[in-house]
């Protein structure tokens, strides 16, 4: 390791912020792939959002407050994305015009609670494998990105599951 090349670097480049000679990856591409897990995230949490208020019926509060909980740690992955995409030296996408047609998922609506389940339980399960596709893609060429998406991939399994357990009437 040359400290002295590595300590000239951050002077040239100060004004890359975070993005150093050793960043490997296609910044457009991450750019891109981060902006879509936003438009993602952020229609998960609508989604969840609506779900919650419109959650019915006999065993609405224990589901409505899964969904509440989701929705908030959707929301927190989006904080996330959109501060990765800073960093990265992009601008975040928070188009609402666009963000049906960025997002990996769908917003489904669903009539009843089972419907709502379901199309949450979709919509993770969307999310996992876009996710576990954007990890692979990163490699080790975007290190902190691909870490990020490894820790919302985890939470999202956790969505993915608590879905199913509520689809088979495990509360």
Request: aromatic residues 6%; charged residues 30%.
């Amino acid at each position: 390791m040359d400290v002295e090349k590595i300590r000239e670097n951050a002077r040239k480049h100060i004004q890359e912020g975070a993005v150093t000679e050793g960043y490997k990856a296609d910044r457009e591409t991450v750019l891109k792939l981060l902006n879509d897990a936003l438009a993602t995230e952020i229609v998960c949490t609508l989604r969840y959002k609506r779900h919650f208020f419109m959650a019915k019926g006999i065993n609405s509060e224990g589901v409505a407050a899964e969904f509440a909980e989701h929705a908030t740690q959707e929301q927190q992955h989006a904080d996330m994305l959109a501060e990765r995409i800073v960093q990265l030296g992009g601008e975040p996408d928070f188009a609402p015009d666009s963000l049906a047609s960025r997002s990996h998922s769908q917003y489904a609506e669903g009539q009843s609670l089972t419907e709502m389940i379901r199309e949450n339980l979709i919509a993770e399960r969307i999310a996992i494998d876009s996710y576990k596709a954007i990890v692979t893609y990163l490699g080790d060429n975007d290190i902190t990105t691909r870490r990020m998406f490894e820790e919302i991939l985890a939470v999202e399994e956790e969505h993915a599951d608590d879905m199913a357990d509520l689809l088979e009437g495990r509360e």
